[in-house]
């Protein structure tokens, strides 16, 4: 699973960030693209970046704020013009299906793919492509969320080596066992293939976050979370300046982490402020929570199977 950050800036483009958005690839299974958030100018980001914009399939908006959502109108439109024709579905909050509509009939734009959009109206869950995605609210002045993403659970690893030993050689019946059910043999004892499978392998489990306020929900969905992806617009020394535009700083984020056991932290969103100062920030990040990331733009990440986070060369 890869994370390309494809803005990590806060409210207007800077020099060396632009506005939100973050690409989900996920490697191992045919999913398509998942894009979180996509500000001014994103698809000339995606220029940037390994990936293509007709490989998106669904589209996250966590509000309605401009650097989250002026992006769309052209990248859709781009979709469509770059020869995208399979299905995209976008999701979001109240009111996204008049802005694009309207977006698109101003400026006579046709998709010639098949696109849904869904108004999420406040928190719920739902499968979508073999991942359960629970959306809930957070604290911002508009309706803003957050995104958990779990993957399912794989069967274990079918202990051939022991099934051989029982005289059970690879053919159908290994499928079955792999399920765990009760087969019978062709000297007609009968096997429980629950034991010749190993545990489960758990999925992995991925929260992005809208602009927020630190809330305690956050902890609550992110609990054990292989990465937790949150805004940190500010540095402890603009601690007020947060709270009063809902947003939240690296300490605010870092206590949320540590409450939840999160296993990686990644800071985005980050104001322009600190363009100057960078080391400023960084300090503060590093001292604040073990394993944590401040993401630039066009910064990879790769999130093995086994939960390891490492920067993609």
Known sequence: MEFHFLGTGAGVPAKKRNVSALA????????????????????????????????ISTIFISHLHGDHVYGLPGLLSSRSFQGGKTPLTLYGPKG????????????????????????????????????????????????????RIEEQAKPGKLDVEALKEKGVSPGPLYAAIKKGEHVQLENGEWLDGSLYVEEPIKGRTVVICGDTAPVEEVSVQAKEADVLVHEATFASDHQAHAGDFGHSTIQDVAKLATSAHVKHL????????????????????????????????????????????????
């Open 96 to 147: 996204i299906k008049a802005y694009i509509e309207h977006s698109l009939a101003a400026t006579n734009t046709a998709l010639k793919y098949p696109f849904t959009i869904v108004e999420l109206a406040g928190s719920c869950q739902f499968e979508h492509e073999d991942c359960a995605i629970t959306v809930f609210s957070l604290q911002h002045p508009v309706q803003s969320f957050g995104f």
């Open 266 to 313: 990644v800071l985005t969103h980050i104001s322009s402020r600190y363009a100057q100062n960078e080391t400023f920030y960084l300090h503060e990040a590093k001292t604040a929570f073990p394993s944590v990331i401040v993401a630039e733009d066009m910064l990879v990440l790769n999130l093995s199977k086994k939960g390891e986070l490492t920067t993609h060369d």
């Open 24 to 55: 989900l690839r996920f490697l191992e299974q045919k999913r398509g693209v998942w894009l979180f958030d996509c500000g001014e100018a994103t698809q000339h980001q995606f220029l940037h970046s390994a990936l293509s914009i007709p490989a």
